[in-house]
Every structure is written in structure tokens, then in C-alpha cells.
């Protein structure tokens, strides 16, 4: 029997007040109970760049921000001890505090406290002066020479200061120092009292003083005391997290609050003196060029970002202020002819080639702004010009930007010249042309000639870096311009860029509905049919949305999507999983890829637009479904519903009804989802959901994936070995190898040298190949540690074998890239070298290929350093890489190492004999001995020495062996 209306509402009424009641009363004990949950961390609370109070009374900086990161997911409540850091750190070793943030890892203190297994990042020491001193100079390190040099006591800087001075033979009075507060220190320079100040590098921008030179650098950890193991392990797990969910988050926090202040905001005494003598620096800029930089017509006044730029860098330099003058012309050849005649000292924006800067004369100063690039093409019969090489571009006369640009770029398509933006657009939609250019910024610039010849958008994914050139001789304003440019960041140049991105041509209400009438058109369609089923809808859903209201009436929603705000939501979620535990609910993480660039070029508008879709169809899928969903974050969303074994169907849907809102912008989906599984709460699922969610990134050719068991196990195993990591060598749990390489010019083949290859004994896991721990301990910077564990081990086995038989063979340890970054790198391998008292000869230094492609400079100087110095350098993997011939000439590389992969097909395939005796060949025109590795058959051997390679390795010959019995068939073997 039905019960009529008015009956049902007062029992629905009277069970909305009873659950209104309950939660009222129960409210302050839930609250209670949470409260309790928390652990109470006694923290060092110390002034500084790290952190800080601002003149609010509020906390802030970097180590702050970070703390409350770990707090979060540690759940974790914190106490503040405020004291000088000397004091701090020695409460941290007494156990008067529990963390202390900013604590260089040591050998000594890791005997009194306890480390985690990341670091919070990475910082550099400097020396500073003051900024009228100009007696300390680095030119003339004499001049340190009798000086006293401040330094907080007990710190890691006193001692880098300490080897700093003995390294460079100065005699330096070291004043160590116990100044409660950064201020203090910085008196006590000013006054005299000290002449220079040793401490970290987020003193560079500060007016009190000046850097003169670094002196070394480290990693930096939150510290814990040795008597809160517990609160260890909640660190290790939290910094974990944190890793996961962005792994360049230390790098984010420093140039968030430490970045920005490394820059010396001084002019030197020569660059000051250029500004007195020459007066206002005069800028040639491009004119009709928004949202860069215009001239108002009137009076022919700047107007654009370099505007707001300029006005910035007048001001920015602590002990000058610096005028600008400016000339527009239309074109950015133009103004580089007049600053070549004289008329002007400097051009702005430009993008131009290192090789074209040179041969012009000219200098290219850092980029102080850049944008992304699109290509405008025909939306019917145009060429696909993301695959097509024969492609013909039109570019404005005299624009050497986009002329670099398609040199650095699209080096085979070819390029139509026109006088100005309009007959460029003409040429596309005529066919002259298969497509033009345009900046991110300056597409709403465009818009009108875009529509009015309808001609579409492409994201070309590559960027323009636009800087100012002057001439090559002026290195004083060169100088400065780059200061300027390190000194206002990024930051205030895209807020320009944006605000000048918008400004448009005025156009009439019948223009507009002419230029978008299909538009137009389609928006009522799409209106009306929405209107529609809304009404046919609404009939259906009232029922359910009675059921529902009285669980969502406390509900904030987010305003946008209208789907509920991430508190809420996780709020619900976990009632859902308390109150109805037979519920299998799986967890989804969804995510818009490079959503922030679609709102930069299509306006926030467009952006809100595209997510009101997610949320609209999201909610429809729920309600036919069950669940529900929230907007997390501004690109992501979770959901949280029942159980389906095929969650393609709800993807596809997604993707489509963002396509049919994108036509011209392609905006993909990303997904993860995690399965209900018993005993993981909702919270731990949605980690798990994420986690697969970015796994898709990668070149994953399906946007769904689907977190499992491996996954799990594996976060865990590599968790596990970066913890174990110290101890293991510690403990001597890694085993050094040594694999043979033979010469096979001599008959018999003979043994001429080895390479040490590491294993690692793990107690409870066993023998664990190298390649399960090598790549995790490199992505998490700590493949240094072992490196030097293995050059210690071969030194000391070289140095045994040659007292015990008196001959030795060379034996090759691996440098990787995080080695030969390390400023200490020769330091610590001399010391190897003299303790054991071996020839740099006999440790032969193997650097891999992909190394030299980044920073190349950089590690052709050290490794041409160790190679001067007597050791062998072995370019290891060759022809991998991307290393060119010329560049190979320039390397320091003393043997090739040809890489197994050429080896193994030898026999069978064509190509890669072909290139085998190609690397041959240019071994032998470079004078460079080679080594093959991995040879296992005879028909590979024959092969390699009928083209006159000299040196072999692999498993032919023999497999990697311990050390014993390395000893025994080879070293021993060698006086038999």
C-alpha cells in the first residue's frame, strides 16, 4: 500500500532533522578523534631564506612550505623551537627537537642523527662582500690572503671553507660565528668586524652584500633526531608521496623562494662605469608587433610587455638606476641594420641562431621572454604538414625570427617571402603556400584575418625564445641586459605578454555574428536540443534527486563543473566506504593534458567551457552508474563509482564530447583507474589511480591504464632499495665483477684490460642484476654513492693484486653524468688513486655517449681534465647516442666501447654490419682503438677482426666473474 503524498514528505522531514541531529551531536567527537591521530613534531624554527616570518606575522619559505607538505601526508602537527640553526642543530643531537630542516649529510652527524632517504635539494656556498668592496677579488685570490672570513659554527660551509682555502694555498682567518639571525650576520660584515662571509647561495640578491666566489656545493636534508626512528619512517614515506606525485618539486620550491634571490642585483664597477659613460641604453624594437612591443601612432611611444619590462629593468639593479630610450621600426632586420649603423644600441625581439649571431657580429643575450609556436593552415586540402617535408611556409620579409625558427626546425621546408601578416594569410588560403607561423601570444591578434579566411590552428609543441642582440663588442651592456633579464624572471614577462595578448581591434555586433554565423547558428541548435532533453531529463532525474538531497545538503560544489570540491569529496568517499562496505567502488583519475596551454591561447572562457563538458558528462555517466565525482584540481578530476570491467566506453565518451567543443585545439584525456581491493582505503586508492594515471605519459599508445599488482610491487621494491642503499654499502653487500677484454690481434687472443661491473648481494633478497638498481638509484641521484663505492673496490683489488703477484692489468669503473657534475669529482679520485697507491693508468674511466649530448662543454672540460691527468676514457655505448662526427673529433676518448646491439645481429642483418665497419672506419681516421661488446659467437669474432677491430668483450670469451676467481684464472695466471 502506497502512503499518499504529505505523509511521505513528513517522515522524509522528520529523518532530515534526526540525521541533522546526530551529526550535530557526534560532530565535536569525530573532530576529537582525528585530532588525535595527529603526531606532535618538535621543528627548528630558524630566520632565514628558508624560512621565514613576512611582515604579516606569517610563516613562509622554502623549508616551511616543504614541512607542511610532509605534515599533510605524515599527519604530522608541528611545535616551532626558534634559535640561531648552530643552536637547533645541537637540540636536534641532544633531542630537545625532532626536525631541522637544511642539513648537509655528513658522516659525523649521521652518527648522532638520522637522515631520509631524498634529499629536499641541492645548495651552493659562496663568499660574499660587501658591494663597495673591490679589494677581495677572485682574479687575485692573494687578495684573500690575512682576510677574516665569518662562518656560522659547526657548519657544513666551514669545512668546504676550510678545503677551500687549503686548495688554493690562502691563508685565511676563519671566524667562526653563533649570530641568532641572518641581519646579525650581515652587521657584523658591514661594520667590518669580519671581511667576508661564507654561507649559502640565497644571499645573491640581497643589497648588503655581493658574491665573489663559490666554493662548493651539497644536498640538503630535513634531519631527524636519533631518538624518533617512528617519525622516520613517516618522512621517508611522505617525501615518497611527494616524489610520485611531482618529481621535480624540489626543483619548483627553489625557484619559487630561492631562485630568484641567487642574482647579483649589482652592477660591477666596470658595468657602472659603462652606464655613466654612455647614458640612456637606446632600444630598436619591432613595431606593430603586440603583444611584444607597438608604437602608440600618435606619438610613436612604446607600448607592449617590453614596455613593462623595460620599466622593470630601469629599476632592478640595487646600486644603479638604468634609462632606457626606444625606436620602433617595422621590421627586426630594420632595427639590426640601425644598431649596426650606430642609430641604436640594442634590438628587441629577436630569435636568431648562434651560428647567424656570430657571422653577423652580434651578441644574443638570455631570453626574457618566449612562446609557443602554431602554424596556420587550409581546414580543407592542405598538406599534412606534421609529416610532409615538401612543405612551402610563408614568412613576413625581414622576420629573422621564424626564419631561424625553420632553420632550427623544419630545415628542409621551403620559404616564401611576402611584404606583410595579410599576404601571408592570402597565400595559405590561396594554396601559394601550405602554411604561416604565428606566436601563442599573437593568435587573438590574428583572430579576425584567421576566421575571415578560414584558415585553421596547429600546435607545433616547439617554442621561440625572443631576446635582445647587441653588437659584439659592447660586453658591458651585453652583461647587463643579461643581469636584467636573470633578475625579473619569468614570471612578470608572461603576465605582460598575457595582459597585451587581448587587446583587439573594436568590431561591430553585425560583424561579429557575420564573421560567426555558423558558429552562431550551431550555438542555438545545440541550445535548443539541450533545452529539450534538459526537459525530458529533469522528469526523470527529479525522483533520484529527491533521493539524493538529503545526503548532499551541506555539499559545496565547485563552481565550474558543478561536480563537488575536493574536501567534500573525499569527506563522502570515505563515509561511503565506512557505511557501506559491500560497496566495490573502483577509484578513476582523469587528467587534461597541457590544459594550462589551451587556456593561454583560447582565453579562460574556452577553458571553463571545456570543463563545465567534463563535468556535465561525467555526472550523466553517475547518474546512470552510481557514484560520484569531483573536480580535484583545474585539469583533473576523480571519480569514484561501482565496478566495471570495461572503462574504455566512459573514456571514449569523454574524449568526445571535448572534441566536438575543440575543433580547432586538440585536447587529449588521460586515465588511470585503481579496482576496489579489500583492506586499501579510498584514499590509498585514488594514490594508486594517479600513479597509473601518469604512467600514461611515456608514449603509451592507450590512455587507459589500470593499476596493479605489479605496479604496487614494484613502487615498493624500489622504495626498499633506495632505503637499503647505505646500508648495503655499508655492509659490503655489493659485489664488483671484473669481465675480461681481450686483444685479438695477438694469436693466441690474450687479456689486455678489464671493466668492473657491480652486483648486489641483498640479504633477504639475494643477487639482484644490476639493471633492477642502476637506473632507480640515477633517477633519484644517488648512483654518485655507489660509483665511488666501485672506484674504491678496484682500486683496492689493483693495488692487491700488484703487491701480491707484481703485475696488474687496467681496469674500466663507469663515470656516469651526476660524477661528472659533482665539483669534488677529481678530488675524490685522487684520493682514491694516492691511497692505494696505484697509476691513473691502471683506472681507465668509462663515459657513456648520451652524456656528452647534454651540457657537452661542461663534460668535455672535466673529462679532458682526468684524461690529462693519465687516465684512459672509454666513450662507453657508442653509436647510440646522438653525438656528431665533429663533435666526436673534439671529444677527449681514448677507446670506443661499439655496443652490444650492433654485435648481436652481425651475422643476420645487413644494416648493422654495415654500420659496424662505418664506426671501424671512423675509429681508424680518428686514431681511437675500439672495444665490441658482447660477442658470444665465433662468427661474430671472425667478423669484427677480418675489419680490424682490436679488442673484444663478452661471454665468447668469458662472462663477468667475481673477483676471486678473477684472480685466479687471469691475475695469477699472468706470472704462471
Known amino acids: 500500500m502506497r502512503l499518499p503524498f504529505h505523509l511521505k514528505f513528513k517522515n522524509s522531514l522528520a529523518a532530515v532533522i534526526i540525521f541533522v541531529m546526530v551529526v550535530i551531536i557526534l560532530k565535536p567527537l569525530f573532530v576529537h578523534a ?25 610563516k613562509n619559505g622554502l623549508a616551511y612550505e616543504y614541512q607542511c607538505k610532509i605534515a599533510a601526508y605524515a599527519g604530522w602537527r608541528y611545535e616551532y623551537v626558534e634559535g640561531s640553526w648552530p643552536e637547533l642543530l645541537q637540540k636536534l643531537r641532544d633531542g630537545e627537537i625532532d626536525l631541522l630542516s637544511d642539513v648537509s649529510y655528513t658522516k659525523e652527524r649521521a652518527k648522532e642523527i638520522l637522515y631520509p632517504t631524498l634529499p629536499m635539494g641541492q645548495e651552493s656556498y659562496y663568499i660574499y662582500v660587501t658591494p663597495d668592496n673591490t679589494e677581495i677579488t677572485i682574479d687575485n685570490i692573494e687578495s684573500f690572503n690575512g682576510k677574516k672570513c665569518g662562518v656560522n659554527r659547526g657548519s657544513f660551509q666551514e669545512d668546504l671553507l676550510s678545503a677551500w682555502a687549503k686548495e688554493h694555498d690562502v691563508d685565511i682567518e676563519i671566524v667562526e660565528m653563533d649570530t641568532t639571525s641572518v641581519e646579525e650576520s650581515l652587521a657584523m660584515l658591514k661594520s667590518g668586524e669580519i671581511d667576508a662571509y661564507c654561507a649559502m647561495d640565497t644571499y645573491g640578491g640581497r643589497q648588503e652584500c655581493s658574491p665573489v666566489c663559490k666554493i662548493g656545493a651539497s644536498d640538503y636534508y630535513l634531519a631527524v633526531s636519533s631518538q624518533k626512528e617512528d617519525l622516520l619512517n613517516d618522512l621517508n614515506a611522505a617525501l615518497v608521496r611527494i ?11 627553489y625557484e619559487k623562494y630561492i631562485y630568484s634571490v641567487n642574482y647579483s642585483a649589482f652592477l660591477t664597477p666596470d658595468e657602472k662605469k659603462w652606464v655613466n659613460g654612455h647614458g640612456a641604453i637606446r632600444i630598436g624594437f619591432r613595431d606593430n608587433y603586440l603583444p611584444y612591443c607597438d608604437a602608440v601612432d600618435d606619438s610613436g611611444e612604446l607600448t607592449g610587455a617590453l614596455k613593462e619590462y623595460l620599466e622593470r629593468a630601469s629599476a632592478c639593479m640595487l646600486n644603479e638606476k638604468i634609462d632606457y630610450l626606444t625606436t620602433g621600426y617595422p621590421s627586426a632586420e630594420e632595427a639590426i641594420q640601425a644598431m649596426e649603423s650606430g642609430e641604436v644600441d640594442a634590438v628587441f625581439p629577436v630569435q636568431i641562431g648562434l651560428y647567424e649571431a656570430e657571422d653577423k657580429g652580434i651578441l644574443v643575450t638570455n631570453p626574457p621572454m618566449r612562446s609557443e609556436i602554431y602554424a596556420v593552415v587550409r581546414k580543407k586540402g592542405g598538406k599534412d604538414i606534421s609529416s610532409d617535408d615538401d612543405v612551402r611556409v610563408a614568412v613576413n620579409t625581414g622576420n629573422t625570427s621564424f626564419e631561424t625558427f625553420i632553420m632550427d626546425n623544419y630545415p628542409d621546408w621551403k620559404i616564401s617571402y611576402y611584404d606583410d601578416s595579410e599576404a601571408c594569410f592570402e597565400a595559405v588560403a590561396a594554396g601559394q603556400a601550405d602554411c604561416m607561423f604565428v606566436s601563442s601570444y599573437r593568435i587573438n591578434q590574428t583572430d579576425r584575418q584567421r576566421s575571415s579566411y578560414d584558415l585553421s590552428l596547429i600546435a607545433t609543441g616547439k617554442y621561440i625564445d625572443f631576446s635582445f642582440v647587441v653588437p659584439k663588442e659592447d660586453i658591458e651592456l651585453y652583461s647587463i641586459l643579461n643581469k636584467s633579464v636573470s633578475l625579473i624572471g619569468d614570471n612578470d614577462a608572461s603576465s605582460a605578454l598575457s595582459k597585451y595578448a587581448f587587446i583587439k581591434e573594436r568590431v561591430t555586433f553585425a560583424q561579429y555574428m557575420m564573421d560567426n554565423r555558423e558558429i552562431v547558428i550551431a550555438v542555438v541548435s545545440v541550445i535548443s536540443i539541450i533545452i529539450l532533453l534538459l526537459m525530458i531529463l529533469k522528469l526523470q532525474s527529479d525522483k533520484r534527486a529527491a533521493e539524493r538531497q538529503k545526503l548532499i545538503t551541506a555539499t559545496e560544489y565547485d563552481h565550474v563543473t558543478r561536480l563537488y570540491n575536493r574536501s567534500f569529496f573525499y569527506e563522502y568517499v570515505n563515509r561511503i566506504n565506512k557505511e557501506h ?4 567502488y573502483d577509484a578513476i583519475a582523469l587528467n587534461l593534458d597541457q590544459f594550462h596551454a589551451v ?13 563545465k563538458a567534463m563535468g556535465e558528462e561525467i555526472k550523466s555517466y553517475l547518474d546512470e552508474s552510481s557514484g560520484i565525482a569531483c573536480r580535484s584540481q583545474a585539469d583533473r578530476f576523480s571519480i569514484y563509482c561501482k565496478r566495471s570491467d570495461n572503462y574504455q566506453n566512459l573514456y571514449d565518451r569523454l574524449q568526445r564530447r571535448i572534441d566536438a567543443l575543440s575543433i580547432n585545439v586538440n585536447i587529449s584525456l588521460r586515465m588511470g583507474v585503481m579496482h576496489y581491493q579489500e583492506g586499501i582505503d579510498p584514499v590509498q586508492q585514488f594514490d594508486h589511480a594517479r600513479t597509473a594515471c601518469n604512467m600514461v605519459r611515456g608514449g603509451h599508445t592507450s590512455k587507459i591504464m589500470v593499476f596493479n599488482e605489479e605496479m604496487r610491487n614494484e613502487e615498493l621494491r624500489d622504495q626498499r632499495l ?12 655489493f659485489l664488483v665483477y671484473f669481465q675480461p677484454k681481450f686483444d685479438v690481434k695477438s694469436n693466441p687472443p690474450k687479456i689486455c684490460s678489464a671493466e668492473a661491473l657491480v652486483r648486489w648481494q641483498h640479504p633477504e633478497l639475494g643477487l639482484i642484476p644490476p639493471g633492477d638498481f642502476i637506473p632507480l638509484f640515477e633517477d633519484n641521484c644517488k648512483i654518485n654513492l655507489l660509483d665511488r663505492y666501485v672506484w674504491k673496490t678496484v682500486a683496492e683489488k689493483l693495488a692487491f693484486w700488484r703487491d701480491k703477484y707484481g703485475v696488474t692489468v687496467p681496469v674500466s669503473v663507469n663515470l656516469s653524468r651526476l660524477d661528472v657534475f659533482d665539483p669534488e669529482l677529481e678530488t675524490v679520485i685522487s684520493d682514491i688513486i694516492t691511497s692505494n697507491g696505484i697509476d691513473r693508468g691502471m683506472l681507465d674511466l668509462e663515459v657513456t655517449e648520451s652524456a656528452y649530448t647534454d651540457n657537452a662543454d661542461k663534460v668535455i672540460s672535466v673529462v679532458s681534465n682526468l684524461r690529462r691527468q693519465g687516465h684512459h676514457i672509454e666513450m662507453d655505448d657508442f653509436g647510440t647516442g646522438y653525438s656528431s662526427l665533429s663533435m666526436l673529433s673534439s671529444m677527449p676518448v681514448d677507446i670506443l666501447k661499439l655496443d652490444r646491439s650492433f654485435i648481436m645481429n652481425l651475422e643476420n642483418n645487413q644494416d648493422d654490419a654495415r654500420l659496424t665497419e662505418l664506426i671501424l672506419d671512423i675509429a681508424r681516421g680518428l686514431n681511437v682503438d675500439v672495444v665490441a661488446e658482447g660477442v658470444e659467437t665465433e662468427g661474430q669474432l671472425q667478423f669484427l677482426m677480418s675489419r ?29
Open 34 to 58: 582525528q585530532k588525535e591521530d595527529y603526531k606532535t613534531v618538535r621543528v627548528g624554527w630558524y630566520e632565514s631564506n628558508y624560512c621565514y616570518t613576512d611582515k604579516f606575522g606569517r
Open 243 to 253: 616524489h610520485n606525485e611531482d618529481p621535480y618539486y624540489n626543483q619548483k620550491l
Open 581 to 584: 562496505p559491500d560497496y566495490h
Open 599 to 611: 587556456n593561454a591561447l583560447n582565453g579562460w572562457a574556452f577553458g571553463d567551457k571545456v570543463l
Open 722 to 733: 633506495l632505503n637499503d642503499l647505505r646500508r648495503a654499502l655499508d655492509e659490503h653487500e
Open 948 to 976: 680490424g677491430c682490436g679488442m673484444v668483450q663478452g661471454y665468447y670469451f668469458s662472462p663477468p666473474i667475481p673477483a676471486s676467481m678473477f684472480e685466479e684464472k687471469y691475475i695469477a695466471n699472468t706470472i704462471g
